[in-house]
C-alpha cells in the first residue's frame, strides 16, 4: 500500500482529509503515533483512528463518513403540502397575514407534529418560502380617502 501522499495532501481542498493523509504519510515514514500526534498538534487517539482506518481500508478509511443526523420531522409529501397551504393562505381576504401561529396549528392538526417558532422558520426557508411580507392594509382602507387626505392643505408648508 504505497501512496504519493504529498500529491494527495496537496490535491485536496477538505482540511480533514488532508490532516488524515498527513498523519499517515508520518506513520509510513516511520515516525511514532505520539511523535505524529505532538507534530500536528492533535490527540494521540485521533492518530490511532486515522492510522487503524488506514491500515484496515486503505485510502478509503480516511474518508469522511455522512454526516446523516436526524431524519426530518415531515416528508417530502408533507413540505409540499405545507407549501401550498402557505402560499394560499398568506394573504387574506379580510385584510390579514397568516402568522407562524396559524402555520404551526396547521401542522399540528394535519400532521401531528410540533414545531417551536424559530424551528418554523428554518421549515420555511427549508422549503423555499421566507418570512418576508408587505405591510398588511385594513380591510376598510379606502384608496380614494387616503388620496383626499394628501391634498388637504397643510398651514405649516410654505
Same mark, same amino acid.
Given at each position: ?6 500529491? +494527495? ?15 499517515v504519510s508520518h506513520f509510513v515514514d516511520g515516525k511514532s503515533r505520539t511523535q505524529i500526534a505532538k507534530y500536528l498538534k492533535v490527540s494521540r487517539v485521533s492518530v490511532n483512528k486515522w492510522v487503524k482506518a488506514y491500515?484496515?481500508? =486503505?485510502?478509503? =478509511? ?6 446523516? =443526523? ?24 379580510? =385584510? ?27 421549515? +420555511? ?34
Amino acid at each position: 500500500m504505497k501512496h504519493d501522499f504529498q500529491n +494527495l495532501i496537496n490535491s485536496t481542498s477538505n482540511a480533514r482529509l488532508r490532516m488524515r493523509y498527513l498523519a499517515v504519510s508520518h506513520f509510513v515514514d516511520g515516525k511514532s503515533r505520539t511523535q505524529i500526534a505532538k507534530y500536528l498538534k492533535v490527540s494521540r487517539v485521533s492518530v490511532n483512528k486515522w492510522v487503524k482506518a488506514y491500515l484496515d481500508n =486503505g485510502l478509503e =478509511g480516511l474518508q469522511e463518513k455522512p454526516h446523516t =443526523g436526524r431524519p426530518h420531522r415531515l416528508t417530502d409529501e408533507q413540505k409540499s403540502q405545507l407549501k401550498e397551504y402557505v402560499i394560499e393562505h398568506a394573504v387574506n381576504e379580510s =385584510g390579514g397575514r397568516l402568522q407562524a401561529k396559524d402555520i404551526g396549528l396547521y401542522i399540528e392538526s394535519n400532521f401531528s407534529t410540533s414545531y417551536k417558532k424559530s424551528a418554523l422558520y428554518q421549515l +420555511l426557508h427549508d422549503i423555499g418560502l421566507s418570512w418576508i411580507t408587505t405591510r398588511s392594509e385594513h380591510p376598510k382602507q379606502s384608496i380614494e380617502a387616503q388620496e383626499a387626505f394628501k391634498k388637504i392643505p397643510n398651514r405649516n408648508d410654505p
